[in-house]
């Protein structure tokens, strides 16, 4: 097996075969050899001359591991790409920077912006943020309105760049 | 004498957990309050009993006046705890409390009214004889008005929108040659961004501190105070972490703080807990902010340097004893950290999801204020506030190294928080040595982001196999294995997907 994990960003290229008496892995040009045995949410890391006893969860992309008084939380890389890929599509499509409420839609399909312009106000908690043209265009479709939930990614508006 | 036997609190998450755990100390019954989103809350569950008052948005819960007291009735509470936040601050809840016939946990409606509106207490305090930030009051746009201004009140100055706020229309002047391009875009920076273009002055303090004192009067004319805490480690104007007593603040100067803040309080004959909030400036000269007529989120320092339990002396406060203690001799030093679901290495963004693991540091000297539990939602409805640590030591730097512990026990997955931000906080040389001031995390913290993981090579393997298994987090699984003779399922020969790994 062979990936690219994300840890808190940092992207590491993961490969693990299964060894003679355990498993061998490679991360870079590193490797690791031994074995990494689970009790639920308990995970016994025993690779090269350390043991680590991680706690480990998965929470929908991401898999969160504590060790050794560290927090990291991990995707693979291809998850993230897909996600990102959405929001970078021919059309300028304005997506959800955060998880909120739509507090404010600023803008009606036909409007004309700018770069920079305010199109979306999002609330979430007590913070508000602007979701804002990255370059100028005429709104085509606004896929939220008022009072709506959004989650992160999510499409608020599209734009026509011409 | 108001009986006060039964609580309710009209407030949610940690708060509304601490203040229980006082009540039942007293042997008075605590009733929580829910909404819809928090119906499995740690406040709920800790509580004798629990009452519904409506969908997850605050206005229609929390906030809702009407429902709050129909919930105290039903469930038979004689008494109202406003927590922080929410209505805490609000005269006309504290009222219709009482015209419920219900004791309200705080000070009379009038001395909430009479610091609530912010440009009335300045006066007050003014007259009172409690030093403010000097300043003109609204002039004519005119360099010669501002001049003479700048002249009584010294500089640096910052002029301002009358009508403003956001930072819109302030302009810092350092000399008097500047004046008259500052006079001229604060003017129109204000009418842009309020329709109003009065502008005023007022003496600019670089980078102060916030130092606020702790105070306390019952029904019987006494007012003290509890010491000093520092609040300047600041993100958005909001603290992040607190401490007792301030590291710049001498005898002499706490003595002239204490007295200032009690003559604050006695202003409006306060009664209960309040806080009095100063700024302090490099020359060691205080200015009242404003006074929280409440209790505050940082309290637990307070707490642990006085042994003063504060939501107790509240309750016994407004049954209408005396206050148990007649002066406090502060001991030791104590420091607080805030746990919030937030992103600071993305401009603070909240963060939300599930809790799924939760490990509260414990030990000598450290305290937990949590409102949340494994399973617990973290959504965009409430203050991203998840928990507050806090810690005790002799001395300032025992209580730091011990909250460094504490904040490494600290173990939540499944949301993000700022708990290695709270960390290289209290790391950090200038916070080592005191050297706080209000632009503390501006000044050092800009372009945080969290350091590599030691470990993320072994972690990146361990978290390869469970990215790529169906069976991690997979509760069914999990038990299948359990029933397996070996506590441990070895992972060596580990498969993902039905390809061979």
């Known amino acids: 097996m062979s990936v690219i994990v994300l840890v808190d960003g940092e992207p590491l290229a993961v490969t693990i075969a ?18 990494i045995r689970r009790d639920g949410e308990t995970w016994r890391i025993e690779l090269g001359e350390r043991v680590l006893l991680a706690t480990v969860v998965r929470a929908a992309d991401a898999v969160w591991i504590a060790a050794d008084g560290e927090i990291y939380r991990c995707v693979l890389a291809a998850e993230e790409r897909a996600a990102a890929g959405t929001a970078r599509v021919a059309t300028p499509r304005v997506t959800a920077p955060m998880p ?48 709506a939930m959004v989650e992160p990614g999510q499409l608020l508006v599209e734009l026509d760049p011409s | 004498m108001p009986s006060v036997t039964a609580v309710l609190i009209a407030n949610r998450g940690e708060i509304a957990v601490r203040i229980i755990r006082s009540c ?151 000399e008097a040659t500047a004046l008259p391009d500052a006079i001229r875009a604060a003017a129109r920076e204000a009418t842009a961004a309020f329709a109003d273009g009065r502008i005023y002055l007022e003496r600019y303090l670089e980078r102060p501190r916030h130092v606020e004192v702790q105070v306390f009067g019952d029904t019987h004319g006494r007012l003290v105070h509890l010491g ?93 004893a005396p206050l148990s203690f007649a002066t406090v001799t502060p001991r030791g030093h ?23 693991v939760l490990v509260e540091p414990a030990g000598a000297g450290v305290r937990f204020d949590g409102g949340i539990a494994r399973g617990s939602v973290v959504g965009v409805e409430y203050d991203p506030m998840l928990a507050k640590i806090s810690t005790w030591g002799a001395t300032r730097e025992e209580a730091r190294t011990r909250m460094l512990a504490a904040l490494r026990e600290t173990v939540l997955l499944g949301v993000v928080t700022n708990r290695d931000y709270l960390r290289a906080v209290l790391a950090h040389p200038a916070f080592v040595a005191g050297a706080t001031h209000t632009e503390f995390l501006a000044a050092h913290f800009a372009d945080w982001r969290p350091g590599p993981g030691a470990e993320r090579a072994r972690v990146a393997i361990a978290a390869a196999l469970a990215l790529t298994s169906r069976a991690v987090g997979d509760s069914e699984s999990d038990g299948a294995r359990r029933a397996a003779a070996s506590p441990f399922a070895t992972l060596g020969g580990w498969r993902s997907g039905g390809t061979a790994a």
């Open chain 1, 18 to 35: 299964h060894g003679a008496d355990g498993l061998v892995g490679r991360v870079g040009d590193v490797e690791y050899r031994g074995t």
């Open chain 1, 100 to 147: 909120g409420k739509v507090l404010e839609v600023v803008v009606a399909p036909g409007q004309r912006v700018a770069a920079g312009d305010p199109l979306v106000v999002l609330e979430a908690m007590k913070m508000e943020t602007v979701a804002s043209a990255e370059s100028a265009g005429v709104v085509t479709r606004v896929h939220v309105s008022v009072g």
């Open chain 2, 24 to 174: 039942r100390a007293l042997g008075v019954r605590a009733v929580a309050v829910y909404s819809e989103a928090d119906a499995d809350a740690p406040h709920v569950r800790l509580a004798d009993a629990a009452v519904a008052i409506g969908p997850a948005p605050a206005r229609a819960s929390y906030l809702d006046v009407a429902a709050l007291i129909a919930a105290a009735r039903a469930s038979g509470a004689d008494a109202v705890h406003p927590g922080y936040g929410f209505l805490s601050e609000n005269a006309a809840f504290a009222r219709a409390v009482a015209d419920a016939g219900l004791t309200f946990i705080g000070p009379p409606p009038a001395a909430i009214a009479a610091m609530g509106d912010k440009v009335a207490a300045r006066t007050m305090m003014e007259r009172a004889g409690v030093p403010v930030v000097p300043a003109s009051g609204v002039l004519p746009p005119d360099a010669g008005a501002f001049a003479s201004a700048a002249a009584v009140t010294g500089y640096p100055v910052v002029i301002k929108a009358a009508a403003g706020g956001g930072g819109k229309g302030m302009r810092i002047v350092r």
């Open chain 2, 228 to 320: 000093e805490r520092e609040c300047s480690i600041q993100r958005r104007h909001q603290k992040i972490v607190e401490e007792t007593p301030s590291p710049a603040v001498t005898p002499e100067l706490r003595a002239a703080m204490t007295e200032a803040a009690v003559r604050a309080a006695r202003a409006v004959d306060y009664v209960g807990a309040g806080t009095v909030e100063f700024l302090l400036d490099q020359h060691g000269r205080f200015y009242f902010l404003e006074m929280n007529t409440r209790l505050q989120v940082e309290h637990p320092v307070t707490e642990w340097t006085t042994g003063v339990d504060l939501v107790r002396e509240q309750i016994l406060v407004a049954r209408g």
């Open chain 2, 334 to 356: 104590a420091l607080e950290c805030r746990l919030y679901a937030e992103d600071p290495a993305r401009q603070f963004l909240p963060a939300t999801g599930i809790v799924h």
